[in-house]
T-cell receptor, first 119, second 114 residues
Framework: GAVVSQHPSWVICKSGTSVKIECRSL??????MFWYRQFPKQSLMLMAT?????????EQGVEKDKFLINHASLTLSTLTVTSAHPEDSSFYIC???????????????FGAGSRLTVL | AQSVTQLGSHVSVSEGALVLLRCNYS??????LFWYVQYPNQGLQLLLK??????LVKGINGFEAEFKKSETSFHLTKPSAHMSDAAEYFC????????????FGTGTRLTIIP
C-alpha cells in the first residue's frame, strides 16, 4: 500500500533557529500534500495544501513566512519552521494523495508525524 | 462548508463490550466520510471510509460504521472491544471528490478497561 515517510520524527531546537521537516511518498506520486498541526489532545488543524510545482495554499491564520512549504517534486514536500519559538512546539503531520479526475475517494496517506520542541 | 462533531471526547468501555463512537457531520455537498485511528506519537491510520453505495461500511480491526443521511451521522462501532483498541479516533469529512482537504472532528479517546 501507499506509504508516506516523514522525517525527522523528533526534533529539538533552540529558539530562533529554523527546522525543516520532510514528507516523502515512497511508492506513489503525490500530486497533493497536506500539512497539519496537532496540539496536545486536540484535533488536526490543516495548515496548508501544496500541489507539486506550485505555491502552497495556506489556511486562514497560518503565517506563510513562518511556515515555508515547498513541493518541488511529486514525491517530496518540505515544511520549514523559520525562526522557531516555543509556541511553535507541536506535532506536525503530513499527508499525501494522488489527484484523479472525477469522483472517487482518494484516501489520504498520512506520515507518522514530527514532534517539534523549541527550547 | 463542512464540519464534524464527535460527541464525547473520552469513552471508556470494558474489554469485550460494545464500542460506540459518535460522529455527526454537516456538509453542503454529498460527503465522503472517514474514520481514522491514531496511536500515541504516530500519524493517522485509516479505519474505514464511506463514499457512495452501501451505507454500512466495514473496516479494519473489526470496526464498522453506518452512514445515515437522515441523521447526518456516521457512528463507529465494534462488537467486542480489545485492549489494543485503546487509541484516539477521528471522524473526518471531505467533498465528493475525496481528494480534497479533510475536515476533522475533535477526536475521541477510547480507553479499554480490563
Amino acid at each position: 500500500g501507499a506509504v508516506v515517510s516523514q522525517h525527522p520524527s523528533w526534533v529539538i531546537c533552540k529558539s530562533g533557529t529554523s527546522v525543516k521537516i520532510e514528507c516523502r511518498s515512497l511508492d506513489f506520486q503525490a500530486t497533493t500534500m497536506f500539512w497539519y498541526r496537532q496540539f496536545p489532545k486536540q484535533s488536526l488543524m490543516l495548515m496548508a495544501t501544496s500541489n507539486e510545482g506550485s505555491k502552497a495554499t495556506y489556511e486562514q491564520g497560518v503565517e506563510k513566512d513562518k511556515f515555508l512549504i515547498n513541493h518541488a517534486s511529486l514525491t517530496l514536500s518540505t515544511l520549514t519552521v523559520t525562526s522557531a519559538h516555543p509556541e511553535d512546539s507541536s506535532f506536525y503531520i503530513c499527508s499525501a494523495t494522488q489527484r484523479v479526475r472525477g469522483p472517487g475517494a482518494n484516501v489520504l496517506t498520512f506520515g507518522a508525524g514530527s514532534r517539534l520542541t523549541v527550547l | 462548508a463542512q464540519s464534524v462533531t464527535q460527541l464525547g471526547s473520552h469513552v471508556s468501555v470494558s474489554e469485550g463490550a460494545l464500542v460506540l463512537l459518535r460522529c455527526n457531520y454537516s456538509s453542503s455537498v454529498p460527503p465522503y466520510l472517514f474514520w481514522y485511528v491514531q496511536y500515541p506519537n504516530q500519524g493517522l491510520q485509516l479505519l474505514l471510509k464511506y463514499t457512495t453505495g452501501a451505507t454500512l461500511v466495514k473496516g479494519i480491526n473489526g470496526f464498522e460504521a453506518e452512514f445515515k443521511k437522515s441523521e447526518t451521522s456516521f457512528h463507529l462501532t465494534k462488537p467486542s472491544a480489545h485492549m489494543s483498541d485503546a487509541a484516539e479516533y477521528f471522524c473526518a469529512v471531505s467533498g465528493p471528490f475525496g481528494n480534497e482537504k479533510l475536515t476533522f472532528g475533535t477526536g475521541t479517546r477510547l480507553t479499554i478497561i480490563p
